[in-house]
T-cell receptor, first 117, second 115 residues
Framework: GAVVSQHPSRVICKSGTSVKIECRSL??????MFWYRQFPKQSLMLMAT?????????EQGVEKDKFLINHASLTLSTLTVTSAHPEDSSFYIC?????????????FGPGTRLTVL | AQSVTQLDSQVPVFEEAPVELRCNYS??????LFWYVQYPNQGLQLLLK??????LVKGINGFEAEFNKSQTSFHLRKPSVHISDTAEYFC?????????????FGKGTRLSVIA
């Protein structure tokens, strides 16, 4: 149990376009989802915390108008990178917490590699 | 605020040798501690976690870690490594549990197992 999927796994886009990344909890309801960003050979940096039905809470330095997060249901959160630029190229990873499976552990998706040309 | 220091960025070790990956944390409150493994181009997989109770925690793939409150450490160990253990390992901490508590990660340790 506690599987989290992300789609797409890899995306390449032109500068100036927008890209949507989906994060789904497949077999549990996720009351909270987190979005992380990982640069090559570096650690994960928290971007935002997303709670179903409410606005996401962004970490300092993360532009909320550029990284749009929507947590519309208990099994789906989306991250939209608007007007992407090459510096947005990164590995984006989501995680989810279940209120029933294990309330103390985050389950991570496999990540989405975004490359902006 | 919490912080995590992984003292070694890279650890090479021969196959079947023991390994210890070091992790120290700082926090002004009680913490929960985690070790995650990341294989190339993949997400993170939970190896083990410490929430409370016994300070020696056993996880998957033969790994274990010991919580040492006085030394604020949570080092990861395995008595005999395999080639398949080659990966990036992240230590993480959360400040006690609430459903909305994010993780703070260390910078990671790359374990390279040599045949």
């Amino acid at each position: 149990g506690a599987v989290v999927s992300q789609h797409p796994s890899r995306v390449i886009c032109k500068s100036g376009t927008s890209v949507k990344i989906e994060c789904r909890s497949l077999d549990f309801q996720a009351t909270t989802m987190f979005w992380y960003r990982q640069f090559p050979k570096q650690s994960l940096m928290l971007m935002a915390t997303s709670n179903e039905g409410s606005k996401a809470t962004y970490e300092q330095g993360v532009e909320k108008d550029k990284f749009l997060i929507n947590h519309a249901s208990l099994t789906l959160s989306t991250l939209t990178v608007t007007s992407a630029h090459p510096e947005d190229s990164s590995f984006y990873i989501c995680s989810a917490i279940s209120g029933t499976v294990s309330t103390d552990t985050q389950y991570f998706g496999p990540g989405t590699r975004l490359t902006v040309l | 605020a919490q912080s995590v220091t992984q003292l070694d960025s890279q650890v090479p070790v021969f196959e079947e040798a023991p390994v210890e990956l070091r992790c120290n944390y700082s926090s002004s409150v009680s913490v929960y501690l985690f070790w995650y493994v990341q294989y190339p181009n993949q997400g993170l997989q939970l190896l083990l976690k410490y929430l409370s109770g016994s300070t020696l925690v056993k996880g998957i793939n033969g790994f274990e870690a010991e919580f040492n409150k006085s030394q604020t450490s949570f080092h990861l160990r395995k008595p005999s490594v395999h080639i398949s253990d080659t990966a990036e390992y992240f230590c993480a901490v959360s400040a006690g549990y609430s459903g909305n508590t994010p993780l703070v990660f260390g910078k990671g340790t790359r374990l390279s197992v040599i045949a």
